[in-house]
């Protein structure tokens, strides 16, 4: 019996069996040393089966040295391969022990079994790089989880490592989980966004304000309007959350985009009444939808009263007023506002870079 015991496995992607490391991890006596297997390995065209024959043949030589660099050579070839389980079970083994290769390995493997679709493999490699990572993860890696699920309307494991993470000591369990949240709404899986969203209230680790504000964010993207109004209203019966002026902000360019213009300025009504300040964010959608509504009387009200509060106006607050203007008719107070603008210098007009810092405020 040699020291490793050889367990032949079939390759999913060749008509010859080769044989796999599967819980056969030589550990090596000092990876710091200089001496290398790597010489023994051709990383280019050499397949599979010649390769471990010569890790196998070495080994019984009684050397015991091999460094990190074969071990990545060998779970990339697997990878590369398409037989993710046997790149998986020998990242297993290697932790068993205590070899640790680069996450960037563990990564590759979450990126090939996000493509192939593989939602079980891919939660346990997820979880397994949280764990190990030491610091926060790519966006990357939420991208590639959650694109595993893209072709199934199952949950369970997805559901299972969440409910983990959740009742988990880690400091960054709720960003984690509001970034996976964000993750499934990048790959246009609003489905499972909510079904997430209701499972984490009865979760250890509850939803807070930001994990809602995204919530919002993504059904009013979609369209969604009363999914998002139901959802608004929940967070109201909530005792836990606060809303804030992302959450009104949110909502209102939500109903914005989808022409309920009656409501922006209900809610803005609202905003206020419960002492949240409107901003510049704020004042362009509501002045936007009041003057696409054909309330102008009030459009200008609150135009006035932005620059009062020495909130900047954008130019687009002066195009759609100028624009609504001149619908109804109003040309001389179109010309007044059109003047304004040519004599306001670009300095002092809330442009692009403003929008986004305030986006950018939102989001943290």
């Known amino acids: 019996m040699t020291k490793w015991s050889i367990v032949k496995r079939i390759n999913v992607y060749g008509a010859s069996s080769f044989i796999s490391l599967k819980h056969l991890v030589l550990a090596p006596a000092d990876l710091s040393s200089n001496c290398s297997f790597s010489g023994l390995i051709n ?18 030589s009684g050397s015991n040295i091999i460094s990190k660099i074969d071990y990545m050579n060998l779970v990339d ?4 391969y398409g037989n993710l389980s046997a790149a998986y079970d020998l990242l297993q083994s290697l932790q068993e022990k205590n070899i640790c290769l680069p996450i960037s390995v563990s990564e590759n493997l979450l990126v090939a ?45 997805l559901s299972s490592l969440l409910k983990e993470i959740s009742e988990s000591s880690l400091s960054c369990r709720l960003i984690v989980l509001n970034r996976v949240i964000f993750a499934f709404a990048e790959s246009r899986q609003i489905d499972k966004v909510l079904v997430i969203l209701e499972q984490m209230k009865e979760w250890q680790c509850k939803p807070d304000v930001i994990t809602y ?13 009363n999914e998002m109004l139901e959802l608004f209203s929940s967070m109201k019966e909530d005792c836990d959350v606060s809303l804030n002026i992302i959450t009104y902000n949110t909502v209102i360019n939500g109903m914005k985009k989808a022409c309920r213009f009656d409501m922006c300025l209900v809610l803005y009504n609202e905003m206020v009444q419960c002492g949240i300040e409107p901003d510049l964010l704020s004042y362009t959608a509501v002045i936007d939808s009041l003057g696409r509504s054909g309330n102008i009387k009030e459009a200008l009200r609150l135009f006035v009263e932005m620059k009062k509060r020495q909130i900047q106006p954008s130019v687009y607050v002066y195009r759609a007023l100028i624009d609504c203007l001149k619908k109804s008719g109003d040309f001389h107070r179109a010309l007044q506002l059109s003047d304004e603008l040519k004599n306001t210098s670009s300095l002092d007009l809330a442009g692009p870079q403003d929008f986004k810092r305030h986006l950018r405020s939102h989001r943290r």
Not at 49 to 55: C, V, Y
Request: aromatic share 6%.
């Open 213 to 225: 504000n995204s919530v919002l964010d993504i059904l009013g993207r979609a369209g969604l309007v």
């Open 43 to 60: 990383t280019g065209e050499e397949d599979e089966e010649e390769l471990l024959k010569k890790m196998v043949k070495h080994s019984e």
């Open 77 to 80: 070839k697997y990878t590369r």
């Open 113 to 157: 079994a996000g493509e192939q679709n593989d939602w079980k493999l891919s939660c346990r490699i997820f979880r397994e790089i949280l764990v190990s990572a030491g610091k926060p993860l790519s966006s990357d890696c939420y991208l590639n989880l959650a694109r595993a699920f893209i072709n199934t309307d199952d949950c369970t494991h």
